[in-house]
């Protein structure tokens, strides 16, 4: 058994439909629920036919277990909010004789509002007894563009980058979300040699307080009005097939585009792609060899 083991932390999505209630309990962390809100989540998941089975979830243990493989170190998976829990992970780990773990979060760029919330998870899980090597961001990473950048090349679409939302506050603390996102799509639109490309936001939650936009949605009929026909998305702010992509994207995004007689493709997603799980691999050999050096 290797002292080192690597902490893969994501986000996390219910089981199945009737865990639903008791997710978005957990991700609201106390706040009240509305019930139209939760009606909203739960129709989502339907739609996208998960009645008592999660395909996003095999999608995670697929990437856990190929980066174990491509690393021949241990690797064990921890969700933001759901099972297994980030201390579950490093219980799991410790408990295999893990003195060393780093943590690599499923989402390339940092903020306060959500990397920041995971490496608190983890030292808190951690508590003292393991050390701890945490990869805060990876947005610029040569594999990461690489991998992206053949998303795009040799399309005669207009490119929209994509990412998560969040509140527009963060810009006021000089939060690096919005930055690191924009210099993510100008390597990859580079290195593909796309010109022609734009960002939005995607995904924003309703909160009653102003988010980071444009909103995809209101991109599109912007887009529409300057005479643009056919629209690529590629979401820079995720790594696999989950609620954010197939029901924001393929439905709500697909959706508006048909309604302004636009043509609308998305990439397919690095899931456990094989050379993105290399990638993967590579950002947590750097993270090992800098604190070596």
Same mark, same amino acid.
């Given at each position: 058994?290797?002292?080192?083991?690597?902490?893969?932390?994501?986000?996390?999505?219910?089981?199945?439909?009737?865990?639903?209630?008791?997710?978005?309990?957990?991700?609201?962390?106390?706040?009240?629920?509305?019930?139209?809100?939760?009606?909203? =989540?739960?129709?989502? /998941?339907?739609? *996208?036919? $998960?009645?008592?089975?999660?395909? %996003?979830?095999?999608?995670?243990? !697929?990437? &856990?277990?190929?980066?174990?493989?491509?690393?021949?170190?241990?690797?064990?998976?921890?969700?933001?909010?759901?099972?297994?829990?980030?201390?579950?992970?490093?219980?799991?780990?410790?408990?295999?004789?893990?003195?060393?773990?780093?943590?690599?979060? =499923?989402?390339?760029? /940092?903020?306060? *509002?959500? $990397?920041?919330?995971?490496?608190? %998870?983890?030292?808190?899980?951690? !508590?003292? &007894?393991?050390?701890?090597?945490?990869?805060?961001?990876?947005?610029?990473?040569?594999?990461?563009?690489?991998?992206?950048?053949?998303?795009?090349?040799?399309?005669?679409?207009?490119?929209?980058?994509?990412?998560?939302?969040?509140?527009?506050?963060? =810009?006021?603390?000089?939060?690096?979300?919005?930055?690191?996102?924009?210099?993510?799509?100008?390597?990859?639109?580079?290195? !593909?040699?796309?010109?022609?490309?734009?960002?939005?936001?995607?995904?924003?939650?309703?909160?009653?307080?102003?988010?980071?936009?444009?909103?995809?949605?209101?991109?599109?009929?912007?887009?529409?009005?300057?005479?643009?026909?056919?629209?690529?998305?590629?979401?820079?702010?995720?790594?696999?097939?989950?609620?954010?992509?197939?029901?924001?994207?393929?439905?709500?995004?697909?959706?508006? !585009?048909?309604?302004?007689?636009?043509?609308?493709?998305?990439?397919?997603?690095?899931?456990?792609?094989?050379?993105?799980?290399?990638?993967?691999?590579?950002?947590?050999?750097?993270?090992?060899?800098?604190?070596?050096?």
């Amino acid at each position: 058994m290797s002292d080192t083991a690597v902490i893969l932390m994501a986000y996390g999505s219910p089981e199945r439909v009737a865990d639903v209630p008791a997710y978005y309990a957990d991700i609201r962390g106390g706040r009240p629920i509305s019930p139209e809100n939760l009606e909203d =989540l739960v129709a989502r /998941y339907r739609a *996208l036919g $998960i009645e008592d089975s999660n395909p %996003l979830n095999a999608i995670t243990e !697929a990437t &856990r277990a190929a980066l174990e493989a491509e690393l021949g170190l241990p690797v064990f998976t921890g969700m933001k909010h759901w099972a297994p829990r980030i201390a579950d992970a490093v219980d799991a780990a410790l408990g295999a004789g893990a003195t060393r773990l780093v943590g690599l979060v =499923l989402a390339p760029h /940092y903020s306060r *509002l959500s $990397i920041a919330g995971y490496r608190g %998870l983890l030292d808190d899980a951690v !508590a003292g &007894r393991a050390g701890v090597i945490f990869v805060e961001s990876w947005h610029d990473d040569p594999g990461l563009i690489a991998f992206l950048a053949d998303r795009i090349r040799d399309t005669d679409a207009h490119v929209v980058f994509t990412a998560h939302s969040l509140p527009a506050r963060i =810009l006021d603390d000089g939060d690096p979300y919005q930055d690191q996102l924009l210099e993510t799509s100008r390597l990859v639109a580079d290195s !593909a040699g796309v010109e022609d490309w734009s960002f939005s936001f995607q995904s924003e939650s309703p909160t009653g307080e102003p988010w980071l936009g444009p909103d995809i949605l209101d991109h599109l009929e912007d887009l529409s009005g300057r005479g643009v026909d056919d629209v690529l998305v590629c979401p820079i702010g995720f790594v696999s097939d989950h609620l954010e992509i197939r029901w924001d994207i393929d439905s709500e995004a697909k959706d508006k !585009a048909r309604e302004l007689g636009l043509q609308l493709d998305r990439i397919e997603m690095p899931n456990d792609d094989p050379r993105f799980v290399h990638a993967l691999g590579e950002i947590v050999r750097g993270a090992l060899a800098a604190v070596a050096a």
